[in-house]
């Protein structure tokens, strides 16, 4: 039986400098290249058992970065809970204040902190944040990533301007919370969040959070910053997930208007919608708005004269034309006999209904945006027609 990993309880659950840990004698440089650790940067290293996930990364990207510098954009998102805006391997977007200095690194992309933050007179008085506002404890349950099936949902954009996570052990890391700060700023994790530094020297720096820009600023650099398909599907998130609202993102896109990438922020706010049901779903409805077709309406309800409303993935109601996306979920056999049972109810009522697959979405998508195309042909829809 292999010897235990030394791991000194300092360094349990914990990302740290190398230098430090044997700096303070609390391994040997032998002892770091041992099973009990991953090097996740130069001179950066974690517990072995940690999830290799985004957080992660942004841990051990900050290690090396002066202080001053949050997280921001997609990275920022992923910290907030939408878990499909990064990755492991994913870059790591830092912002950086002017006066500071941060040369080139692998795994890090940098950008100037230039947007201006809001303050409650740029928000509607019903969406303006309470500056003693408490959040409730934060239980350690991550945000739904999706909502029920046939759920009512709300509605929303032309073309584009020029120019979950495995168990853990209580000590591991976890995601943060958003934190209470004000919409359009910066906000941090709170200590309860579960964050540890990982510098085994000063218990300050072991508890710090994670900063990073809150979920309405971060939605306003992903629109920035991506390219359309990704960047509407992580708003869609943060507006599904309730993280912000669309009052902040339109104050938010009016207050930066004439920063660069402003046009563009305004137009992805436009087209994201709060009822998408997932990250696929949303890149389906803003490859086919790309495409030339008219925008569709997520989550439609359909009445049926039995009384049951249907509400299907994206639908053009004026020509009872609906497309439907069939994810991995839908390799469940009782899942499957469900969904059709209902879509054929739908085409019963006179609808017309396509059905797209991960396959088809990444690998046939011209195939996909003609046979649209072709059946809101054949229900009278021409181009420049309305919705």
């Not at 970065?65 to 391997?89: D, E, I, K, R």
């Not at 994670?210 to 991506?226: C, Q, Y």
């Not at 409303?309 to 497309?323: E, G, I, K, N, T």
Request: aromatic residues 4%; charged residues 25%.
């Amino acid at each position: 039986m292999p010897p235990r990993p030394h791991r000194p309880d300092a360094l349990t659950w914990q990302v740290f400098r190398g230098s430090d840990a044997v700096r303070d004698g609390l391994l040997t440089e032998h002892q770091l290249r041992n099973s009990a650790w991953v090097r996740l940067r130069h001179d950066i290293y974690a517990d072995a058992r940690l999830d290799r996930d985004h957080a992660l990364a942004c841990r051990a990207a900050l290690l090396r970065l002066p202080p001053g510098v949050v997280v921001g954009g997609p990275s920022a998102a992923y910290l907030h809970g939408v878990l499909h805006a990064a990755s492991f391997t994913d870059d790591v977007h830092v912002l950086v204040p002017r006066s500071l200095r941060v040369g080139p690194q692998r795994g890090l992309i940098v950008h100037v902190n230039a947007i201006t933050p809001l303050t409650s007179r740029d928000l509607p008085e019903s969406t303006a944040p309470a500056p003693t506002t408490r959040r409730a404890p934060d239980t350690g349950r991550l945000p739904e990533a999706g909502r029920a099936r046939d759920a009512a949902r709300p509605t929303g954009a032309g073309r584009p301007p020029t120019g979950g996570m495995s168990p853990r052990p209580a000590r591991q890391l976890s995601r943060p919370a958003a934190a209470p700060v004000g919409a359009g700023g910066l906000g941090t994790a709170r200590r309860s969040d579960g964050w540890v530094s990982a510098s085994p020297v000063g218990a300050s720096e072991r508890d710090g959070p994670i900063p990073r820009s809150d979920p309405g600023r971060a939605a306003w650099e992903t629109a920035v910053w991506l390219d359309p398909v990704r960047a509407v599907a992580i708003v869609d998130s943060l507006l599904g997930q309730g993280l912000t609202d669309r009052d902040t993102l339109a104050a938010l896109a009016a207050r930066n208007a004439d920063r660069p990438g402003g046009r563009r922020a305004r137009w992805i706010f436009d087209l994201a919608e709060g009822g998408a049901e997932s990250p696929p779903e949303s890149h389906l409805r803003v490859r086919l708005v790309l495409g030339g077709l008219p925008r569709p309406v997520v989550q439609h309800p359909v009445r049926l004269p039995s009384g049951i409303v249907l509400h299907p993935d994206l639908a053009w109601p004026r020509y009872r034309v609906a497309v439907e996306y069939d994810g991995k979920w839908h390799s469940d056999a009782e899942q499957l006999h469900r969904d059709r049972r209902r879509l054929n109810q739908l085409v019963g009522e006179g609808w017309l209904v396509l059905h797209v697959t991960s396959r088809r979405l990444h690998s046939e998508f011209p195939a996909v945006l003609r046979e649209v195309r072709n059946a809101l042909v054949s229900r009278g829809w021409r181009r420049g027609s309305p919705a």
